[in-house]
């Protein structure tokens, strides 16, 4: 059974970055679509980004343009790369397959606030 760790949030000002890493146990899961998701506090948790085993990304209209999914399937680790950061950012990040999510991490807390 794959076993999914999340790191790389924190507090960041509006504006600000963070880089979230999703690291990957148990078995390759380079053959898997692969996505991130977030959950805002009292919300439903939402698709924020896919990436295709070949690598190929699709984006909520919400993060498009600010946010990069990327794979590193030789360190079996996906990436998000969150720019321009927004306060209805603030969340916790999860990382899981597409279209159907296995069993759920610890995901990382990400707060944008000023």
């Known amino acids: 059974q794959v076993q999914l760790v999340e790191s790389g949030g924190g507090a960041v000002q509006p504006g600000g970055s963070l880089r979230l890493s999703c690291a990957a146990s148990?078995?390759?899961?380079?053959?898997?679509?692969m996505a991130w998701y977030r959950q805002a506090p009292g919300k439903q948790r939402e698709l924020v980004a896919t990436i295709s085993r070949a690598g190929r990304p699709n984006y909520a209209d919400s993060v498009k343009g600010r946010f990069t999914i990327s794979r590193d399937n030789a360190k079996n680790t996906v990436y998000l790369q969150m720019n321009s950061l927004k306060a209805e950012d603030t969340a916790v990040y999860f990382c899981?397959?597409?279209?159907?999510?296995?069993?759920w991490g610890q995901g990382t807390q990400v707060s944008v606030s000023s």
């Open positions: 148990g078995r390759s899961i380079s053959p898997d679509v």
């Open positions: 899981n397959f597409a279209p159907t999510a296995s069993s």
